[in-house]
């Protein structure tokens, strides 16, 4: 399985594809409809989130939870 990184590498260029082609391509003989933008945000979100919780960051919330003990 691709790492966090390369399954944001692909996100990011799906996104950049979709910024730059359309939502939706057509040829004389296909047509061809990209992911959903939003849902492309959404995991890459998702993923930036996991990411940054694997190299110690707190996340987007900055939220630590623990218990007290004392």
Known sequence: ????????EAINAAI????TTGQRIKTPTAEVEH???AELRS?????EEKLAL???GGGSGGI???????
Do not use: P, W
């Not at 399985?1 to 944001?8: D, G, H, N, P, V």
């Not at 995991?43 to 993923?47: I, P, Q, S, V």
């Open 1 to 8: 399985m691709a790492t966090i990184k390369e399954q944001l």
């Open 16 to 19: 950049n594809d979709i910024l």
């Open 35 to 37: 992911a959903s933008l």
């Open 43 to 47: 995991e890459r979100a998702r993923l």
């Open 54 to 56: 694997e190299n110690g």
């Open 64 to 70: 630590v939870r623990g218990i007290f003990l004392g």
